[in-house]
């Protein structure tokens, strides 16, 4: 207590003077008493200073009381001078002084680890520090490489056969010896050697250099055993090279004793080693493992053998004599064990020294070996890296996927390296997955094995982002696993690696699939993306309303050659490979030759005499300062110079040659008629798609303006048609220009409907829908509910309150049923009901939608769908016949049977298809009558769809399937009856879309405007229209083109063509044996005769009109190499097989009435006779002008959007009802649509 108040009072004396003395006379001063208290603090001067601490010591040896010497202070003086502290400062305050004047008196602390002492120090410099130790190891292997060099240098100036003076002593002459006898091992030669003077000097002084680093570096790393640091093998060689020398400084006569020195070459080795290694960590870099063991190999070999040289150079000084190169010479040939025999060791040492390194070696380099093939082996399985100067000098795409199988892979390829500017190209694939034993064998073939690099990594790792370069990639392109069980799952991976690439490499463009539509908001900001459940809904949907889309489709997203099916002598299969070469490419307007002259002119127009002229399609454009495409935009668009066109051809302009050419018959002195009135001549489409890349402009292209060329046919009894087809206007005619169909006018104004009609759709409204199941979805003007269904009411098979249908023929729908099987309502459902009631479908034509759900759909996606009209769902499988039945099965026209995710993964790859191919076969034989389109895993499985074990049509299909793969066709399976027909897809047909768009990459939007998943204003959309008996009379496509142009605005893109086949063995028996008599007719008869011939096969043919002669034939011939007519045993067998196959139809039909009558249900409706298992069905692609058409085709036009042909008025009212309509359903509703 006395030593604290003698210290305050201390303290309040200092701060006392402080104030009294000037501050240039203040100085630094350590009280004892602060010393253990505080950091040093500024005080008062020197004088204080010393009167400061006497007093402290006074009262620090005091011990009674508490003294406070105030004498010399006056409480006056203290008022005065000493003003009251703040309130802030506490007496810890006083004691740590003030804060503000401490950096002044900071020291500088330096901190040792155990390396304060001298020998720390050296072993910091020599061993610890990376670049210092560099250094060192650095100059020890240059020492060790000097040592070898003055060995060589040594042997090549000593002449063992001169009788020199060594030691005192004369050599012995060994020429007395008898020739006879074994030659005498000259023992002085090996002990002793001519060494020059400044040799041995140069010997000397690198030896004492080498001597006192080992030694310094033995006693650095010493660590308490010293026999541990001398019998290591480096400190023995190194002893044995130096001491000797050293020696002879002090010792004379043996300065020309041997010294081994050449063994240096081991310590240079060593050396070696440790200097890369340090390399390494200085730089903070590695090399492979593969490099650092390849490399150690190398040293071993040419340590052994220089060593084997040298060694036996120098024994055979006492024989043979050998010379430094024939000692090498003879190492080679040991070594590579191919032993010429030429040059030999004569005496036992050297032979012994050979022994003992082929021994060594036997040792040491199987050793090295099995470590080098062990890091071989696993390099292999990780793929190494992709070297970063070929990144910079090459260009590469990066492919990632969790795992490779080798129909992903070969569909990538296939598709990525058809482009002709992508041939250079390398492809680096990051799976973090084992190679494939599949995929090793095909990335091992030559055309492959150059330019695909497999490393096995993730990209979430940055380090395996650094082996593919991925920042320094053209692409990359993250692929989603759709055989995973847990499909969202497979989504999460997909978004990570995606956000993984993007915060890698910002500049590399994403190209990026996904699975589920709800998960691609989280790549919104790839540069491409493609949601499989979109595509793959919106495919299906339309293949109700327009046949074999899908097909459609994929043809025009697969890159083709157009030769595929050439060689056949089908007729059908001739024309289908051709117009399956047909792809979408874009040109500027100004750079263009088939588009160039149209500026200034309507769309339509171009689009006509486009097609008239080059046989191009031109589908649509994009203006300059747009980013929207337009398909279709109508005869209101103008073309100008800066846009961007997009057409349908079998090639693109680039790769088209032009030849003008003179009419013929101008020199003829024949009147000049237009392209489509010379059915002889050849059109130019057909010498596009035949030539390729030859396109041919006609001096006269315009159609002729006389309108009775073109006048209808009396016999078709249709003389209410206009006589001709109207000329394409250049400018279009507001009054002219109708969105109507070719023969009846389809718009549907809502007020000039009949009571049919109303009945149907009178209640129906147009709007957007009010409630989205995900984000990000297209907003589509679609026919809507005025209110809300409730969701008891979208049950088919239960009434409720509202009403009390059971079945779908209670409801009594006008129109046939759609059902859909699905495993549960995804959110991709929903897409499949939004282009079935798009807007500009007609009201009359809507089809009511079922669901079949494996599981019930929740509240959330009934809240999405509730708002449709006429779409239901109901709980049942396919497998089970009565929920076929309650769904309205005998009702409906199409069936739409979606993979189920449960069973897209199996242990056998292809085996994933197998429940769905036998549910679908099942219901083929049910209810033969019904349009069954099927979604499989695997596309090489559609060849089970519709199986018949005995067709021979189906065996050549296959045989023509195989063919077509032997000459590298990507599209191989395009011949398949079930696809050619639109009635089987698979998703993985449309992984080629997000490859395709690494060249175009338009090809997405455009394909998600034909499919209705998105709706820019002004663009058309794609619909269908059926040629009847009464349409004949326009005869060609060509002619078909212009009608669709001048009337309505329309164009066609493609014709989808059924005929009949008979496909049994006895029916194609008796088909080519009643048209065998007519195969020699001509093929050059008039329009009429083949038109007559085709009613007269009709009329003979009820059931199967358009019979080919020749399929049959063709199929005969490629499914049996011996074609022999059927004998009498045959013809049996056939007979009892047709009875066995009636008798089983009519098991079947009496099996379907049963359940149907069990359930309740009028079997009426049930028609089992009526199939179509006897036609074949095929899309042509933008076929030639002079193309015939049929009767039953389907021709795909794209129409023109109708709210863009609707009067300003008429558009603002349209305008106010969709805002009523929107209202009704209330603002929160409005918002969702939004969102």
Known sequence: MNIFFNLRGTIVRQIAEDR??????????????????????????????????????????????????????????????????????????LLLGDQTFQNDDRVQVEFYVNENTFKERLKLFFIKNQRSSLRIRLFNFALKILTCALYILRVSLDNPTENNSINGTTCRNSSSLNSSEAPEIKWNLIFWVNRLQPVWAIQVTVALISFLETMLITYLSYKGNIWEQIFQISFILEMINTVPFIITIFWAPLRNIFVPVFLNCWLAK??????????????????????????????????????????????????????????????????????????????????????????????????????LAYLWMESQKLGGNYSRHRAQTEKHVVLCVSSLKIDLLMDFLNEFYAHPRLQDYYVVILCPTEIDIQVRRILQIPLWSQRVIYLQGSALKDQDLMRAKMDDAEACFILSSRNEVDRTAADHQTILRAWAAKDFAPNC???????????????????????????????????????ATSTLVTLLVHTSRGQEGQTSPEPWQRTYGRCSGNEVYHIHLADSKFFGEYDGKSFTYASFHAHKKYGVCLIGVKREDNKSILLNPGPRHIMAATDTCYYINITKEENSAFIFKQEEKHGKGLPVTGLYDAPSRLPVHSIIASMGTVAIDLQHPDPPEESGKLTLPTENGAGSRRPSIAPVLEIADSSAI????????????????????????????????????????????CHLLPQKAPFCCLRLDKGCTHNSFEDAKAYGFKNKLIIVSAETAGNGLYNFIVPLRAYYRPRKELNPIVLLLDYPPDNHFLEAICCFPMVYFMAGTIDNLDNLLQCGIIYADNLVVV????????????MADAKTIVNVQTMFRLFPSLSIITELTHPSNMRFMQFRAKDCYSLALSKLEKIERDKGSNLAFMFRLPFAAGRVFSISMLDTLLYQSFV????????????????????????????????????????????????????????????????????????????????????????????????????????????????????????????????????????????????????????????????????????????????????????????????????????????????????????????????????????????
Request: aromatic share 8%; with cysteine.
């Open 738 to 781: 109708l969105p109507c169909d070719l023969l009846s006018d389809q718009s549907e104004d809502e007020t000039n409907q009949s009571d049919e009609e109303g009945s149907v759709g009178s209640d129906f409204v147009k709007g957007y829908p009010p409630n989205s199941p995900y984000i990000g979805s297209s907003p589509t003007l």
């Open 899 to 910: 993979d189920k995710e449960s069973t897209m993964s199996a242990e056998e790859d292809y």
């Open 20 to 93: 009294a003395v000037p501050d240039t006379e203040k100085k630094k001063v350590w009280s004892s008493a602060e010393a253990m208290m505080s950091p040093p603090r500024r005080s008062s001067s020197s004088h204080g200073d010393r009167s400061s601490s006497e007093t402290l010591q006074k009262n620090n040896s005091s011990n009674s009381g508490v003294i406070l010497d105030i004498s010399s202070l006056k409480m006056a003086d203290v008022d005065t001078e000493v003003p009251p502290l703040p309130p802030r400062y506490r007496f810890r305050d």
């Open 509 to 547: 463009p994403l190209y990026v699939q996904i699975l589920k539509p709800e998960n691609k908001f989280h790549v919104k900001f790839a540069d491409h993306v493609v949601c499989e459940e979109e595509f793959k809904y919106a495919m299906l949907a339309l293949n109700c309303v327009c046949p």
């Open 270 to 371: 060593g050396a070696l080693e440790n200097m890369i290694n340090d390399f390494h960590r200085a730089i903070q870099r590695t090399h492979s493992a593969m490099f650092n063991q390849v490399f150690i190999l190398i040293c071993t070999l040419l340590c052994l053998v220089f060593t084997g040289a040298c060694g036996i150079q120098h024994l055979e000084r006492a024989g043979k004599n050998l010379s430094l190169f024939d000692s090498f010479y003879f190492c080679i040939v040991t070594f590579s064990t191919v032993g010429y025999g030429d040059v030999t060791p004569q005496i036992w040492p050297s032979q012994l020294l050979v022994v003992i390194l082929i021994c060594v070696a036997l040792v040491v380099l199987p050793l090295q070996f099995e470590e």
């Open 1000 to 1235: 175009k990459d338009y090809m997405i939007a455009i394909t998600r405007l034909l499919l209705g998943l998105d709706t820019t204003p002004g663009s058309g959309h794609l619909c269908v229209m059926k040629i009847t008996e009464e349409d004949l009379w326009i005869r060609t496509y060509g002619r078909l083109f212009q009608k669709f142009c001048s009337s309505s605005a329309e164009i066609p893109i493609g014709i989808y063509r059924t005929e009949s086949h008979m496909f049994s063995t006895s029916e194609s028996q008796v088909s080519i044996n009643a048209e065998h008599g007519e195969e020699h007719q001509g093929r050059t008869g008039s329009w009429k005769e083949k038109t007559a011939h085709r009613n007269s096969t009709t009329s003979d043919q009820s059931e199967h009109p358009l019979l080919r002669k020749k399929s049959m034939q063709w199929a005969r011939r490629l499914s049996r190499k011996n074609a022999k007519p059927p004998s009498r045993a045959e013809r049996i067998t056939q007979q009892r097989l047709s009875m066995y196959r009636r008798s089983e139809r009519q098991e079947l039909s009496e099996l379907v009435k049963n359940r149907m009558k069990h359930l309740g249900l009028p079997t009426v409706g049930y028609d089992e006779m009526n199939d179509h298992q006897n036609t074949l069905s095929y899309v042509l692609i933008n076929p030639p002008p002079d193309t015939m058409l049929e009767i039953n085709d389907i021709v795909y036009i794209i129409r023109s959007d109708p709210l863009a042909h609707m009067p300003d008025d008429s558009q603002m009212g349209q305008a106010a009802r969709n805002t009523k309509n929107q209202q009704d359903f209330g603002a929160q509703s409005r918002n969702e649509t939004h969102l």
